[in-house]
C-alpha cells in the first residue's frame, strides 16, 4: 500500500494571504495524484488531478505541481470558502489518501 | 453530472452485515466508471473500500476483501455494499462515487450516510 502522508497537519491563514499544503507518497506515483476539498457535513470536492490539473469549475487560485513523491497544493489568495480540509490521493496503484490537512482563519 | 444517492440502515450490530444500495441518476450504470464506496470514521480521514465496473468486474481494498462484496443491478442502475462481521471500528460515513475508468479520477460523490455499529 502506498503511504500518503500531508503536512501541516494544520495550516493557519489569514484571508488573502497564500497557503502551501504538501504531500508526499511513499513510493512513486507518477502525476497520478488528485486533490479533494471538503467542508464539513460534505463529500469531498475534486479540485485537481494529474496532479496539476484544475477539475472543471475550479478556481485559478487553486494550483497544484509535483511529481514521482513530492506534490504541493497552493491556494494563491485565501477566500472565506476555503477554510476546509483538503486531501490529496493517489491512483498509482490501489487508491489511498493522505491524512488530511486542515485549513483554519488565523 | 450524475446523482448518486445512498440508502440503507443508519444502525447495525457488531458482527452483523452493513448493507448499502447507491442510486444512480442522470447516466447509466453501464457506463465507462468504476462505481466506488469510499468510507470516513467520524473525524478521521478517509478509506477506499472497493469498487465494481458494470461488467460485474471487482477490486478491493486488501485490508477489508474478506469482509466486502460490492455488486451491480443493472436493472435497477444501481450498485449495494455489503461489508459482514462488522464492529465498532467500521463505523463512518460511506460514500458511494463514481470514478471514471479511463482518468480514474473520481468526478461524483453521493452524500454519504452515517453507519453506527453499535448495539
Known amino acids: 500500500e502506498i503511504v500518503m502522508t500531508q503536512s501541516p497537519v494544520t495550516l493557519s491563514v489569514s484571508p488573502g494571504e497564500r497557503a502551501t499544503l504538501s504531500c508526499r507518497a511513499s513510493?512513486?506515483?507518477?502525476?497520478?495524484l488528485a486533490w479533494y476539498q471538503q467542508k464539513p457535513g460534505q463529500a469531498p470536492r475534486l479540485l485537481i488531478y494529474g496532479a496539476s490539473t484544475r477539475a472543471t469549475g475550479i478556481p485559478a487560485r487553486f494550483s497544484g505541481s509535483g511529481s514521482g513523491t513530492e506534490f504541493t497544493l497552493t491556494i494563491s489568495s485565501l477566500q472565506s470558502e476555503d477554510f476546509a480540509v483538503y486531501y490529496c490521493q493517489q491512483y498509482n496503484n490501489w487508491p489511498t489518501f493522505g491524512q488530511g490537512t486542515k485549513v483554519e482563519i488565523k | 453530472q450524475v446523482q448518486l444517492q445512498e440508502s440503507g440502515p443508519g444502525l447495525v450490530k457488531p458482527s452483523g452485515t452493513l448493507s448499502l444500495t447507491c442510486a444512480v441518476s442522470?447516466?447509466?450504470?453501464?457506463?465507462?466508471?468504476?462505481w466506488s464506496w469510499i468510507r470516513q470514521p467520524p473525524g478521521k480521514g478517509l478509506e477506499w473500500i472497493g469498487e465494481?465496473?458494470?461488467?460485474?468486474?471487482?477490486n478491493y481494498n486488501p485490508s477489508l476483501k474478506s469482509r466486502v462484496t460490492i455488486s451491480v443491478d443493472k436493472s435497477k442502475n444501481q450498485f449495494s455494499l455489503n461489508l459482514s462481521s462488522v464492529t465498532a471500528a467500521d463505523t463512518a460515513v460511506y460514500y458511494c462515487?463514481?470514478?471514471?475508468?479511463?482518468?480514474?479520477?473520481?468526478?461524483?460523490w453521493g452524500q454519504g450516510t452515517l453507519v453506527t455499529v453499535s448495539s
Open positions: 462515487a463514481r470514478k471514471v475508468r479511463i482518468t480514474m479520477i473520481v468526478v461524483d
Open positions: 442522470g447516466g447509466s450504470i453501464s457506463s465507462s466508471n468504476w
Open positions: 465494481i465496473y458494470h461488467s460485474g468486474s471487482t
Open positions: 513510493q512513486s506515483v507518477s502525476s497520478n
